[in-house]
Each structure stands twice: as C-alpha cells, then as structure tokens.
C-alpha cells in the first residue's frame, strides 16, 4: 500500500503523469530494488554517492555494498540492513522510476524527502505503511473524537478499503477525513442506514467516471454508460459491505437494522460527520459517515 501513496503523491505534484503511474503500478512487483535505491530511500546515502558507486562499477568488478562500505559510505550493518530489504516490495514503485528514467536518482531523493515531510508521517508510522495491513493503516489517517465513535468510523473505513482490494481488484489510496458541510455536493451519492442503538449514515459521492468503472468492475459487465445495471451494481457494491459490516458489529453485540440504499444526484449531503477521501487508478471517491445517536 505505500506505493499506493507514494505514486499518489507523486502524482499529485506532477513529477509522473497518471499514464506512467499506472504503467509503473503495473511492473512494480517484476522491479528488483537495488542497494542504490535502498540506500537512498533509508538516508543512508545520497543520490550523488549512489551515482558515484555505479560510476565506479563501470571501471571495476566490485559489488556496490562492498565499493560503498571500502568508500565509507555504508557500515557494514547498514549494508546487512538493506541486503535483508532487497526481497521487499514496497519500493519497487520507486526502482521501476529509476528504470524507466521517469526521476534521476537525485530528483527521487529529493522526492522521497519530501514525501515524508509533507504527509507528516514518522518512520514507525511509515513502516507500518509499508506492511499493508490495513487495520494498522487507517488509525494513522483518522483521528476522531472518543464522542464520535471512534472504532466504528475505523472498523468501517478499514472493512471499505479491504473490499475494495477485493471486490474491484483496486489499489485505495485513504487520505485524512474533512468535516462534512450542508451544502450539495457534486455527482452522484449512494447512500444507505442502517438503525439500532445509534443511526448510522453511509455513503459514496463519485463521478459518472468513477461510477461506471467501479459497476463494471463489480458486476463484471462492460458496460459503456450509467445505466440502470450499472446503478444497481454500484448500489450492491454498497450494500454488500454494508451487511459484512453489520456482520462484524453483531458479533461484537451490536445489533442493526440494514435499509434500502438510494443513489440520486440531487441531495444534500448531512452537517455533521465525515467526507473521507479515496482514491482509486480512475478517480476520487469520498465516503460520507456519520452517527447519530438514537
């Protein structure tokens, strides 16, 4: 999931275009991460001593750990550090950059550098970024008041972004939750409640883009345009991980009753509560949830 985030933000800041992020996304796995990268993405070293160890492999047959550590520029701890890195994943976005000629070593250092400045995230933070496990995930973007209900904002974010994964073989990208406002919002929202101890309000704004690419993915239809299968197809997308939630939440003690789901493009959206942003390869959806007390 990091290169998710880390292709998100690159993205963002124009430094790759959507078309190289989705053939980057595409070759990732089959990129071998070397030491240079590693070395670069752990601070260890500088995209000018990485270029000047491969110089320097030009002219001698020599392994870059050992030119690296002869030079000073990795103890040999540090090089055990990132020997034991190379079989993991979550940097192949950034070598499958480096092998396209997308960013120079230099120009993904300085990326990478800020990246971890601008999302504000530590190094612990990072790694567990880097596990994938979302259950670990979510609680680093969402930060809700004990009154609000916390777990369930969490639990129901994190079962969302698993079923995505699942059901539309997407690649989420969750950003920080933003209060929700009284004023419409555009496209179309797909909503539904489910009513117990508390009524809790569920729903997706999206595009028609959006809309389309997800029905088609989750019906396994081609469709072309938003038509009626393709409105009852995202309808159940919502539904289907509406019931897996309730599910959860029996188990736990907690008993609700699921309503009928509605999708229109004329509708105010609740005062209290939260937008959360996710992005997906063909556009933003934003979840709509809140919880009021009965």
Known sequence: MYTQY?????????LISADQLCELLAQED?????????????????????????????????????????????????????????DSRHLG??????????????????ALKQFK?????????LKIIQSGDVDRIVPLFLDFPEND???FYSDYVALLLKNIVRFLNERPVLSRPEPLLSKPANGWLISQQAVGLYTISTGLIL?????????????????????????DSICEFLNLNNGLFLINLSD???????????????????????????DLSCGRIELVFSIDDN
Do not use: W
């Open 207 to 231: 595009s028609d883009l959006v809309l389309l690419d997800i029905a088609n993915r989750f019906s396994q239809e081609s469709l072309s345009h938003v038509n009626d299968l393709a409105k």
């Open 149 to 151: 209900c916390p777990q």
């Open 6 to 14: 880390l292709g998100q933000y690159l993205l963002n800041k124009k």
């Open 252 to 278: 736990k003690g907690f008993e609700f009753d699921l309503q009928p789901q509605t999708l229109s493009q004329t509708y105010d959206i609740p005062v209290t509560g939260y937008r959360i942003p996710i």
């Open 117 to 125: 400045e601008d999302t504000q995230l530590t190094d612990a933070e």
């Open 30 to 86: 089959a990129a071998r991460v070397k030491l240079g990268v590693l070395a670069i993405n752990s601070g260890f070293m500088t995209a000018k001593q990485v270029e000047e160890i491969h110089e320097l492999q030009r002219t001698m047959d020599r392994r870059f750990g050992e030119i690296a550590t002869g030079k000073g520029y990795l103890t040999i701890q540090q090089l055990n550090d990132l020997l034991s890195l190379q």
């Open 93 to 110: 976005l950034s070598q499958a950059i480096v092998d396209k000629g997308y960013l120079t070593l230099a120009q993904l250092e300085t």
